[in-house]
């Protein structure tokens, strides 16, 4: 009995030094954690608690929450803490858990102003990425992330990414995106012009198909077409040439590329165009 009187009148001084601990310190422990690593307010807190928990073994011994070896250790253990938030973060676009759930929800709604400012960050780092990595070309880098970045948010508004590594899982699919790219690119003759596809396989039937839906493009699609594959022209050299900016002629020639596939497919099954 003496001993189970011992344990609770321990057990109540243990919750009274943890409640005074909490009372004291936490709401400068948030405070520090949220302008030291720039976290979310919640994922702040939820540290905080964790901080006062590793605080009490030393407050219980010194019986003093203000003592100079208690204070010390609070600073060590912030200091420590914010260090693992801000390197966390940086792998998943500085984003912290509940940011990134911010990010969800808003995405899932239509909202993209939180999903432009986390990856948009990452963008120009991935384009180059994928340049010293594979000696892709700057376009080429350009579309494959722009692709990516079109791909992560859908799978962001279908509940398919888990906050963790975020950076690494971009990085990734732009990889995987462009050797499949590289892998199932081929190049075929038409009508003096080479055009790159990876929709079809061609052969001499389809060939000719090609070079039918090829007829129905615009003069400007033809014309940019055989200069960007034919010619081989940049398409910051088109854009120079035409007097427009690069960010045009790029949205030009993903729709003319486009609008040859459609061509391409309508004639190969009309009966799925039939209404």
């Known amino acids: 009995m003496h001993q189970s009187q011992n344990y609770i009148n321990s057990s109540s001084h243990s919750l009274e030094i943890k ?19 720039g976290c979310h307010y919640k ?5 905080a608690i964790d ?14 929450i203000h003592a100079l070896s208690v204070k010390g250790k609070l600073a060590k253990l912030t200091r420590k803490k914010a260090n693992e938030i801000k390197l966390f973060q940086e792998k998943n676009f500085k984003l912290s858990q509940h940011q990134f759930i911010d990010l969800v929800e808003a995405t899932q709604r239509g909202d993209l102003t939180l999903f432009e400012q986390a990856f948009l960050s990452h963008f120009n780092l991935c384009v180059h990425f994928l340049k010293k990595k594979y000696n ?7 579309d494959i992330t722009m692709d990516t970045m079109l791909d992560f948010r859908k799978r962001i508004v279908d509940g398919k990414v888990t906050y963790g590594n975020l950076r690494f899982l ?9 050797q499949k790219k590289i892998n199932k690119n081929h190049t075929v003759s038409l009508d ?10 061609i052969d001499k039937e389809g060939l000719a198909t090609l070079k039918k839906a090829w007829s129905k493009l615009s003069d400007s699609c033809q014309d940019l077409l055989k200069k960007y594959f034919y010619g081989k022209m940049k398409l910051t050299e088109i854009a120079e040439e ?3 900016s690069s960010a045009a002629i790029r949205k030009q020639k993903q729709r003319c590329v486009a609008v ?3 061509y391409f497919s309508q004639t190969i099954y009309p009966q799925n165009n039939r209404l």
């Open 19 to 37: 409640r005074e601990l909490e009372k004291t310190y936490i709401f400068s422990i948030i405070n520090s954690l949220m302008e030291s690593s």
């Open 43 to 47: 994922d702040a807190q939820s540290c």
């Open 51 to 64: 901080i006062i928990q590793s605080l009490l073994p030393i407050a219980e011994e010194k019986n003093d």
């Open 136 to 142: 892709a070309s700057h376009d080429d880098a350009y």
């Open 170 to 178: 971009f990085t990734q699919m732009a990889s995987q995106l462009y």
């Open 192 to 201: 003096g012009i080479e055009l790159e596809e990876k929709i079809v396989e």
């Open 242 to 244: 035409e007097n427009k």
């Open 260 to 262: 040859l596939k459609n």
